[in-house]
């Protein structure tokens, strides 16, 4: 997404090199190595938790300074395994109650993990759920 998206470190080259020693595009990405990565992460999940944080502080911001200062949108990757940790569910729910409607979540939907078809292991109505939490959901 980030070669697709213009940032200019994440070359071809860099993404023949996925997940190997010294590479900009490690299987984990920290902040710091490659524009873009806005967060160090890894455990499943706490993507999602931080951007709600990022949508958490934009509004704060706004509110104290003004929408002419700080008015930006907060976007979110999420796969299969992020959506199946139990922190998305607090995540979600926060961002349900505080109606974080410049935080848009993209889910993956594509029925794979590291285990193989998400079926094996899981069978939660994903779009139900966010729906319960009084997000706006688009299929
Ligand atoms: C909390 C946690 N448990 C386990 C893992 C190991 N792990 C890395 S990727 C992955 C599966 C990811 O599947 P998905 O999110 O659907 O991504 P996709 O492979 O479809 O891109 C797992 C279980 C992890 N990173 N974090
Ligand atoms: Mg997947």
């Given at each position: 997404l980030l070669h697709l998206t213009g940032y200019k470190a994440a070359t071809k080259e860099e993404l023949s090199n996925f997940r190997q020693w010294g590479s900009k595009t490690a299987g984990h990405?920290?902040?710091?190595?490659?524009?873009?990565?806005?967060?160090?992460?890894?455990?499943?999940?706490?993507?999602?938790?931080?951007?709600i944080g990022f949508a958490m502080a934009e509004r704060h911001l706004a509110a104290k300074y003004g929408d002419d200062?700080?008015?930006?949108?907060?976007?979110v990757v999420a796969g299969d395994g992020c959506l199946m940790e139990g922190v998305?569910?607090?995540?979600?729910?926060?961002?349900g109650r505080y109606k974080l409607n410049k935080l848009t979540v993209l889910w993956d939907?594509?029925?794979?993990?590291?285990?193989?078809?998400?079926?094996?292991?899981?069978?939660?109505?994903?779009?139900?759920?966010?729906?319960a939490a009084g997000w706006?959901?688009?299929?």
């Open positions: 990405p920290e902040y710091g190595h490659m524009p873009g990565v806005e967060v160090t992460t890894g455990p499943l999940g706490q993507g999602l938790a931080t951007s200062l700080v008015d930006h949108r907060t976007w998305s569910q607090e995540a979600i729910a926060l961002a939907d594509n029925e794979i993990t590291i285990d193989g078809k998400v079926s094996l292991s899981d069978a939660v109505d994903q779009k139900a759920r966010f729906k706006a959901v688009k299929a």
